[in-house]
């Protein structure tokens, strides 16, 4: 059975400004892949991520998801994936309950109740969903724009540095019980990171960005500790 492209980034450029992030950077994602790239801040990761979900356009290139194009087909690439960012696009002043029937209001056909009982229990929210956002941790306001993002029931989950920030606690159970039993082998992954040992435990393919451009790709497990050497040394060298 040939293994279908959930993810396509055809020598992709952006720049702001004067200030070039990505250059001709290439990238191919099989679906259900939970692909991991590793990179020091301010090395284009967000910038990435935010192509994938069509909130920048690329300068050059194209990004194809599902087989959609990301400039000819934005809304329908929104409708497929999920997205979590560095800010949680919640509304404080709102409920996590509230929050989370506004936004599936965008989404009428799936199973609210169904969907909802579900993450809440594996992300551990339950005690906190009624609470208003504003009185959330960050760590509960990151778990609850996870849940967020998968309430529609996405099949390409987008995650930029979804561990940044969060306890120890908190990252297990990401590690432990979001990754295992939702994720699952279900869902396509592309998700960002500086921290190594989070990439280890979630990755089935990993690579490096750097200079702009994607390097040290790869899907075998033994080949994850020298890819993450490498991502160490690029750190020291830019200390």
């Given at each position: 059975?040939?293994?279908?492209?959930?993810?396509?980034?055809?020598?992709?450029?952006?720049?702001?400004?004067?200030?070039?992030?990505?250059?001709?950077?290439?990238?191919?994602?099989?679906s259900s892949?939970?692909?991991?790239?590793?990179?020091?801040n301010g090395?284009?990761?967000?910038?990435?991520?935010?192509?994938?979900?069509?909130?920048?356009?690329?300068?050059?290139?194209?990004?194809?998801?599902?087989?959609?194009?990301?400039?000819?087909?934005?809304?329908?690439?929104?409708?497929?994936?999920?997205?979590?960012?560095?800010?949680?696009?919640?509304?404080?002043?709102?409920?996590?309950?509230?929050?989370?029937?506004?936004?599936?209001?965008?989404?009428?056909?799936?199973?609210?109740?169904?969907?909802?009982?579900?993450?809440?229990?594996?992300?551990?929210?339950?005690?906190?969903?009624?609470?208003?956002?504003?009185?959330?941790?960050?760590?509960?306001?990151?778990?609850?724009?996870?849940?967020?993002?998968?309430?529609?029931?996405?099949?390409?989950?987008?995650?930029?540095?979804?561990?940044?920030?969060?306890?120890?606690?908190?990252?297990?159970?990401?590690?432990?019980?979001?990754?295992?039993?939702?994720?699952?082998?279900?869902?396509?992954?592309?998700?960002?990171?500086?921290?190594?040992?989070?990439?280890?435990?979630?990755?089935?393919?990993?690579?490096?960005?750097?200079?702009?451009?994607?390097?040290?790709?790869?899907?075998?497990?033994?080949?994850?500790?020298?890819?993450?050497?490498?991502?160490?040394?690029?750190?020291?060298?830019?200390?």
């Amino acid at each position: 059975m040939i293994e279908k492209n959930s993810i396509e980034i055809n020598n992709v450029s952006k720049s702001f400004g004067a200030n070039p992030i990505l250059n001709d950077c290439f990238l191919t994602i099989k679906s259900s892949e939970r692909y991991v790239l590793l990179g020091s801040n301010g090395s284009g990761k967000t910038t990435l991520a935010k192509l994938l979900t069509t909130l920048y356009t690329p300068d050059k290139g194209e990004i194809i998801i599902n087989g959609y194009n990301s400039d000819k087909d934005s809304e329908k690439i929104r409708s497929l994936i999920g997205y979590v960012g560095h800010n949680s696009l919640l509304y404080g002043d709102l409920s996590g309950y509230d929050n989370l029937r506004f936004f599936c209001s965008f989404y009428p056909d799936i199973d609210f109740k169904k969907q909802f009982e579900y993450l809440a229990e594996i992300l551990n929210l339950s005690h906190l969903i009624n609470q208003k956002v504003a009185k959330l941790s960050h760590g509960e306001k990151k778990r609850l724009s996870i849940m967020k993002a998968m309430m529609s029931n996405p099949s390409v989950l987008i995650m930029d540095e979804p561990d940044a920030g969060l306890d120890a606690n908190s990252i297990n159970n990401l590690t432990e019980n979001f990754f295992p039993k939702v994720i699952n082998g279900n869902i396509t992954v592309f998700l960002t990171t500086h921290n190594s040992d989070f990439a280890l435990s979630v990755a089935s393919t990993m690579g490096i960005l750097q200079s702009g451009k994607i390097e040290s790709q790869t899907q075998d497990i033994q080949q994850f500790s020298k890819v993450i050497r490498k991502y160490q040394l690029i750190n020291e060298s830019v200390l």
